[in-house]
């Protein structure tokens, strides 16, 4: 039987939020509560445990809103990238855990418990390494395509600044919710390469290893949820505005 936790990642700065205050953004309102509670909520309805919660910037601010939930808290000392704050959460994982779904705390919201069940069921049954959710967006700027072969599997994920023509025209983009083969991570988290551009380390990065190695990589679309990345103001009142609409 597959003993299945969580990590969510909420570490970062989010300096394109321009808060005045030390705080960090999985904290801001979304609907009726914090972004992170939201989060916290879908994973408990969905009986993952543990649930880790990576923080590092204004840790104190994510900590006291989740003082009363049942998680674990992870400090990523040196903000070092995505791979490296699940590499400091893998070390809280208990040997028994079999799989471990990976979100981000500041766009999770979204998500319901069917998605988040679909995705581990996908998992599961076709016994990958990686299973990641995928939705389309109108508008994809800036965020990671999915690119499939004829056979309509993942051979890639392109970001933005990679992308060529055609592929800037994909709908369908990686959202950052991935589970994994516990075992998967322990050999392969070690062997993701720092970035030469940003000097962190990426989750993206366990995709290519993956496929470069004969793991499995499958993915579960979701189609077209509401869903936003919050970077921004702006993008925080787009998203407060679909959230409440959804």
Known sequence: MNRIGAVILAAGKGSRMKLRVAKNKVILPLGDKPMVLHTVELLVKSKLKPIIVVVGFAQKSVMN?????????????????????????????????????????????FYTK??????????????SSITLLTINVKNPYGLGRIIRNKKGEITEIVEEKDANQDQKKIKEINPACYIFKADFLKKYLKKVKKS??????????????????????????????????????????EAEKMFLQA
């Not at 809280?92 to 799989?99: L, Q, V, Y």
């Not at 995705?119 to 049954?125: A, D, E, M, N």
């Open 65 to 109: 809103i989740l003082r009363f939930t049942d998680v674990v808290f992870v400090y990523q000392r040196k903000r070092l990238g995505t791979a490296h704050a699940l590499s400091c959460a893998f070390r809280k994982i208990p040997e028994s855990m079999t799989d471990l779904v990976v979100l981000q705390g500041d766009d999770s919201a």
């Open 114 to 127: 069917a998605i988040i069940k679909e995705l581990i069921k996908k998992h599961v049954k076709s016994r």
């Open 196 to 237: 030469k551009l940003t000097g962190e380390y990426y989750l993206t990065s366990l995709i290519g290893l993956a496929l470069k190695n004969h793991k499995k990589v499958d993915t579960f679309s979701a189609g077209n949820i509401p869903w936003r990345g919050v970077n921004t103001p702006d993008e925080l009142k």
